[in-house]
């Protein structure tokens, strides 16, 4: 018998704003809330943008003005909608019309003649070129003169082509959260968004620790493109052109395992399992793997599992965009054949496109055994029994497609027929697509899932793609898919991409349902999700997501109705703490976890015997087990 992980928690942040709670997912279905939820995600956005503040627990404006839900949705509404999802990159990042550059400027003298300036003495080079002559005119500056030339780098401007990305809400900075001094964006996000989905679980973090031993916590989260501001490897790299110092700080908070060690270090005080597990723009669904088969496996208890990235820097514009992979301005006038671009629908999966759109996210799911999750009465928002993980073979080019989506998908579709039967699958599941919007992935992904769907039976199958509305996260791609497929299970309602007018004529659909509006599926409710991800260098990965509904049918199978209702009544107080952290957060309290220098093991007290170790701080002691793996062999 396997352990089931189920998913107890969940939160973070992207460009829908908060996950928890489904606020991400009720951001990009929000034409077709009821009023009331409506207005509780936008008054929740309008405090994270600081539109509103909240005093005395209410709404105000800046004059203190008590605002209702309804005056926050009619004052501040359009407001909070064109400061969210994909859109024009915003001066906090960079002036995409006015980017920063450096020209070459070869500087000679008139007629081949020497020529001089005056600069600072601390400012010469080392060592001097020889055709230069040093005067001194005092004690700090000199005379230079130059008789053969030389070349200088001067700053200089210009417009990107490519000026759209998915980012956070205007207005939020996750470094304003806690104590962040010299954290690189995406390590920022990465402890907010990890806070979000502990918090979300509304059981105290001790309460968990001290049910499992201490080597029964793993933490897996990576960066596809590690950090690349300033404060880490962008810094690091540029300061040698840039004439600055290194600082001790860049090169370690670059390191792609750094998500990781910052929940571990100073959110969790895990001493469990850790890990970051890259797999390009695939890398949750791969860290996900290894979550999902450590529980399985029975080797860890509980899981904490994400991604923290935060690519929009003018760095990995330029490399994308040399590459012909992003959306640019031109190409969609092109598609829109007309000169006003709208950057919101830039992100075109499935339809005319140009090119995928930069997004930064960070999304942390917290996954349990089905055994502890009833034993701590958690709320369970889904359960992944499978992930799959297959390369493409031998290849020409490193970034095309290849094969290996074509196993992990039709691996997927076949586990949740073993699990659900196949008429679950023929008439209650939907894929969240890869849909990076890019004019290859449009063939490429919709012909392997048309034909996986055929191989197996499935008509009719529908399809969303969250990128539409929040871009390309890279490494957290597949999270923000998982975020919104949960979204769809809570509500029965499946995104349509509406960035896009119809689909494109050479997407293969005989067998697919692709819809630019919103699906209600109240009368025949979802049950399964299969979130398909790739990325380049041929990682490719599938995930099977079962809804709250089914796990509560099979944890009533295994455990019987009297340990179910026993669940069902602990689940109460848990699903209360929940609710009045998300009301909290709601009115900005986010309740940021940053344990920096504190609660640190004393290794002098840590106790050692042939059948334990006990470390203190934690509730249970690490048991060593009996290991007759090889015991045939010996």
């Known amino acids: 018998m396997s352990r089931l992980p189920v998913i107890v928690g969940f939160g973070g942040y992207n460009a829908a704003g908060r996950s928890s709670f489904h606020h991400g997912f009720r951001r990009t279905v929000i034409e077709s809330l009821p009023s009331a939820e409506r207005q509780e995600t936008l008054a929740g956005l309008a405090v994270l943008m600081k539109l509103v503040q909240v005093e005395n627990d209410q709404y105000v404006d800046a004059e203190g003005q008590v605002l209702s839900l309804a005056e926050i949705e009619s004052r501040f509404g359009q407001q909070i909608l064109d400061g969210t999802l994909v859109r024009r990159i915003e001066k906090?990042?960079?002036?995409?019309?006015?980017?920063?550059?450096?020209?070459?400027?070869?500087?000679?003298?008139?007629?081949?003649?020497?020529?001089?300036?005056?600069?600072?003495?601390?400012?010469?080079?080392?060592?001097?070129?020889?055709?230069?002559?040093?005067?001194?005119?005092?004690?700090?500056?000199?005379?230079?003169?130059?008789?053969?030339?030389?070349?200088?780098?001067?700053?200089?401007?210009?417009?990107?082509?490519?000026?759209?990305?998915?980012?956070?809400?205007?207005?939020?900075?996750?470094?304003?959260?806690?104590?962040?001094?010299?954290?690189?964006?995406?390590?920022?996000?990465?402890?907010?968004?990890a806070t979000d989905a502990l918090r979300s679980t509304g059981i105290a973090w001790e309460t968990i620790v001290?049910?499992?031993?201490?080597?029964?916590?793993?933490?897996?989260?990576?960066?596809?493109?590690?950090?690349?501001?300033?404060?880490?490897?962008?810094?690091?790299?540029?300061?040698?052109?840039?004439?600055?110092?290194?600082?001790?700080?860049?090169?370690?908070?670059?390191?792609?395992?750094?998500?990781?060690?910052?929940?571990?270090?100073?959110?969790?005080?895990?001493?469990?399992?850790?890990?970051?597990?890259?797999?390009?723009?695939?890398?949750?669904?791969?860290?996900?793997?290894?979550?999902?088969?450590?529980?399985?496996?029975?080797?860890?208890?509980?899981?904490?599992?994400?991604?923290?990235?935060?690519?929009?820097?003018?760095?990995?514009?330029?490399?994308?965009?040399?590459?012909?992979?992003?959306?640019?301005?031109?190409?969609?006038?092109?598609?829109?054949?007309?000169?006003?671009?709208?950057?919101?629908?830039?992100?075109?999966?499935?339809?005319?496109?140009?090119?995928?759109?930069?997004?930064?996210?960070?999304?942390?799911?917290?996954?349990?055994?089905?055994?502890?999750?009833?034993?701590?009465?958690?709320?369970?928002?889904?359960?992944?029994?499978?992930?799959?993980?297959?390369?493409?073979?031998?290849?020409?080019?490193?970034?095309?497609?290849?094969?290996?989506?074509?196993?992990?998908?039709?691996?997927?579709?076949?586990?949740?027929?073993?699990i659900l039967g196949e008429d679950a699958v023929k008439q209650r599941s939907f894929i969240h697509a890869h849909g990076s919007s890019t004019p290859a992935n449009r063939v490429t992904e919709s012909e392997l899932l048309d034909r996986v769907a055929e191989a197996f039976g499935v008509h009719d199958l529908p399809l969303t793609a969250v990128k539409a509305y929040v871009g390309h996260s890279l490494a957290s791609a597949s999270a923000d898919q998982l975020a919104s497929a949960l979204g769809t299970f809570k509500y029965q309602l499946l995104p349509g991409i509406k960035t896009i007018d119809a689909v494109a004529d050479d997407v293969f659909q005989k067998n697919l349902r692709i819809s630019t509006q919103d699906l209600n599926r109240a009368d025949n409710p979802l049950e399964v999700c299969f979130i398909n991800s790739k990325g380049f260098g041929g990682n490719n990965a599938s995930a099977v997501v079962l809804a709250p509904s089914v796990v509560e049918r099979m944890l009533r199978k295994r455990y019987g109705e009297t340990v179910f209702a026993d669940y069902l009544a602990r689940r109460e107080q848990t699903r209360s703490a929940a609710q009045a952290y998300d009301q909290r957060a709601l009115k900005g309290q986010l309740d940021i976890i940053y344990n920096f220098g504190q609660n640190m093991i004393d290794d002098s007290q840590i106790e050692i015997t042939p059948d334990q170790i006990r470390i203190p701080g934690f509730g249970q002691a690490l048991v060593f087990r009996k290991d007759d793996r090889f015991e045939d062999m010996i």
């Open 210 to 418: 001290n049910a499992v031993q201490p080597d029964e916590i793993a933490v897996f989260a990576s960066s596809a493109m590690s950090q690349l501001d300033e404060n880490s490897f962008g810094g690091l790299m540029q300061s040698r052109l840039k004439g600055n110092r290194v600082s001790a700080k860049q090169l370690a908070l670059g390191l792609n395992s750094m998500p990781a060690d910052f929940i571990n270090a100073y959110i969790l005080g895990s001493v469990g399992t850790t890990g970051a597990i890259s797999g390009a723009c695939a890398s949750f669904l791969y860290n996900l793997q290894k979550a999902t088969e450590m529980i399985t496996s029975g080797r860890a208890r509980v899981v904490l599992v994400g991604n923290g990235e935060a690519p929009i820097t003018q760095e990995c514009i330029e490399g994308y965009g040399a590459m012909g992979a992003l959306a640019t301005e031109e190409g969609l006038r092109s598609i829109e054949g007309k000169d006003d671009v709208d950057f919101r629908r830039a992100s075109r999966p499935f339809s005319q496109n140009c090119g995928f759109t930069l997004a930064e996210s960070s999304q942390f799911f917290m996954l349990m055994d089905d055994e502890l999750a009833m034993q701590l009465g958690a709320d369970i928002h889904g359960a992944v029994p499978d992930v799959f993980v297959n390369a493409d073979g031998f290849k020409k080019s490193i970034s095309a497609p290849g094969p290996g989506n074509y196993l992990t998908m039709s691996k997927s579709i076949h586990s949740a027929m073993q």
């Open 92 to 193: 906090r990042y960079l002036d995409v019309d006015a980017a920063h550059w450096q020209k070459n400027l070869t500087i000679t003298g008139e007629a081949g003649k020497p020529f001089s300036f005056i600069t600072l003495a601390k400012q010469l080079p080392e060592p001097l070129p020889t055709d230069w002559v040093i005067e001194n005119l005092n004690d700090t500056e000199v005379m230079v003169t130059v008789y053969d030339g030389c070349d200088i780098k001067v700053d200089s401007y210009r417009a990107l082509p490519v000026k759209s990305a998915g980012q956070l809400p205007s207005g939020f900075e996750p470094g304003e959260q806690y104590a962040s001094r010299f954290h690189p964006r995406g390590l920022q996000m990465t402890i907010v968004a």
